[in-house]
């Protein structure tokens, strides 16, 4: 993958071109939920203070409590001990540091930082006498303060995460992470849903199937916030919490839990080095049960990193050990590493999936068209994909909120008629994986098929240049689209029902003098005027026009004249 961009600098465009090439069969198997997450602390970096931050915090607490006149000093003692311990640094380089000076004047003070990140288990494993073992990070981190902060919001990462979820292709998540912004998520795209089931206890794992299990196996700092009897115990950070949380009986349900997510799921890693032994161990267990081969299809193994670190390939050289061989050794680590960190990766994800369950959709539609057909029909779902995709704001969080607000007003106007509520639900294709859509007997009689037929018809003339498809303007009565070419600008709406259809009328998103489509996927009712005869506006204007798509395809034969129909039909 020598052409490939750095996962620093891909652009969500050059991300999709991955996943419709070498990574295909792994990003078919997140639209089929085959792929259990396992996300570390690289999604929530600019939301949640990295581990850097977090030690420079500790450092100038522990700085701050020194007491100059005590010889004796307890948190003088904890300071040399991480600085020689933890740091390793010499007896002359621990004797250039002024313990009483604040930390930003230490001598290579980021060098010093920058060891203690990467032994950060040890560092924390060190205490102050007199307080408790999580002293330096309960305490000096401030770790309620720091990743459970009601003021925080989620980023792309967890935003992107949700909408997964709600898809119903996201259904098992590991999560290294204390933060709760994953579930903030959840419940900003729909608040009423219920779709996630967190994990932090043996005990939780009894509770109802949902969407999503979220399995927080190093403990949530939510909760120990909120109850910091029985939580504040589970943050897993130090070394002997690593090293004993296997073994640890109050642990060993989520232990098993996680083992056999790592034989029955393939791997998806986004954020996470796998640097701590606990982790390392769960899936050399897995491989004890029940390997993985390699090659596999889709790819047992995927990692979001520009480049594989050192206990990524020891996870890989353990998962694969029947296979590895120094001869296949470089090409195992290539079909694991796909180079695009969490933002831009988890955007196509979510714009892939949201593909791929149009395009079956597609392929269940009613009428006679064939499989060469079907496919040419595909290509405008695609064609809007990448067009998305290829947004210069594609991958921001606030991109995404306007995705999501978007999506959610069209399928609210598609479903009821009504978008007037001012904080729309995120409402899902479906809550199905693409594999089991074909039994789904909602997709039917919600008119699910020909909606993807119509976004179909709508990228086609787009890709071919006879129309542009532009978002609405939020205003109620903006519609869901805006079709323009050389001579129109057009509302466009889907319709479910008739009576969706009708209540787009009764809610004032159309009005009688509109130059509007409305798309419907059954039958047009037949009070409405069908186009070609659409009722003329004032000043002439062409006024509403009323296609329906399954009109459209009963008298299609091939994919031509299903877009001609349409066009004929619109009167564009």
Not at 89 to 104: F, K, M, N, R
Not at 396 to 421: E, K, N, P, Q
Not at 512 to 531: A, E, G, L
């Amino acid at each position: 993958m020598s052409g490939t961009p750095h996962a620093a600098s891909i652009s969500v465009r050059e991300t999709l071109e991955l996943l419709d090439g070498p990574f295909a069969e792994m990003a078919s198997g997140i639209a089929e939920d085959r792929y259990a997450l396992w996300l570390g602390s690289g999604i929530s970096l600019g939301k949640i203070p990295g581990l850097k931050v977090l030690i420079r915090n500790a450092l100038e607490h522990l700085q701050g409590k020194v007491a100059v006149v005590d010889a004796n000093c307890r948190f003088r003692a904890t300071i040399a001990e991480i600085l020689s311990t933890a740091a390793g640094l010499s007896p002359a380089e621990c004797g250039t540091i002024d313990v009483h000076q604040p930390v930003a004047s230490w001598p290579n003070i980021d060098a010093i930082i920058q060891r203690l990140a990467s032994n950060y288990a040890r560092f924390l494993e060190i205490g102050v006498a007199g307080e408790p073992d999580d002293y330096i990070l309960w305490t000096g981190a401030d770790l309620p303060n720091a990743f459970a902060d009601p003021a925080s919001e989620p980023d792309t990462e967890h935003l992107c995460i949700g909408l997964l979820i709600l898809e119903g292709i996201a259904s098992r998540i590991a999560s290294a992470n204390w933060d709760g912004l994953i579930e903030k998520a959840v419940d900003e795209l729909s608040p009423r849903a219920n779709a996630l089931v967190v994990c932090v206890t043996g005990t939780d794992l009894r509770q109802p199937q949902q969407q999503a299990f979220l399995y927080k196996f190093h403990g949530c700092a939510v909760r120990a916030r909120d109850d910091e009897a029985n939580f504040r115990a589970r943050i897993i950070a130090r070394l002997s919490q690593i090293n004993a949380w296997r073994d640890d009986q109050e642990n060993a349900a989520m232990v098993a839990r996680l083992v056999d997510l790592a034989v029955s799921h393939e791997t998806l890693m986004i954020g996470l080095s796998a640097q701590d032994s606990n982790i390392q161990t769960v899936f050399t267990a897995a491989e004890n049960q029940m390997g993985w081969p390699w090659p596999s299809h889709p790819p047992a193994y995927a990692f979001s990193e520009d480049r594989l670190g050192v206990d990524q390939r020891a996870l890989l050289r353990n998962v694969y050990r029947s296979s590895y061989s120094p001869a296949n050794r470089d090409a195992i680590y290539q079909s694991a590493l796909i180079r695009a960190y969490a933002k831009p990766l988890l955007t196509a994800l979510v714009l892939h999936a949201l593909c791929a369950k149009l395009c079956r959709l597609v392929e269940l539609a009613p009428g006679g068209l064939g499989t060469p057909d079907s496919s040419a029909i595909k290509e405008g779902l695609k064609h809007l994909r990448n067009a998305v995709g290829s947004h210069p704001d594609a991958g921001a969080v606030a991109f995404i909120r306007m995705i999501v607000a978007r999506a959610s007003r069209l399928m609210a106007l598609y479903h009821t008629g009504d978008a007037t509520a001012p904080d729309l639900p995120y409402l899902p294709i479906t809550s199905r994986p693409v594999q089991a859509m074909a039994t789904d007997p909602m997709i039917a009689t919600a008119g699910l098929r020909e909606l993807a037929v119509g976004l179909s018809l709508l990228g086609l003339g787009h890709r071919d240049g006879s129309w542009a498809v532009q978002p609405a303007p939020p205003a109620r009565e903006q519609g869901a689209l805006r079709i323009v070419t050389a001579t129109n600008n057009l509302k466009l709406v889907f319709a479910s029902t008739a009576q969706a259809a009708i209540r787009l009328g009764a809610n004032g998103h159309i009005g009688p003098d509109d130059d509007v489509i409305v798309m419907h996927s059954q039958q047009v009712f037949p009070t409405m005027p069908r186009s070609p005869r659409a009722t003329r506006g004032r000043l002439g204007r062409p006024g509403r026009r009323d296609v329906s798509v399954t009109e459209l395809l009963d008298s299609a034969a091939n994919a031509n004249e299903l877009l001609d129909g349409f066009r004929k039909a619109a009167g564009i």
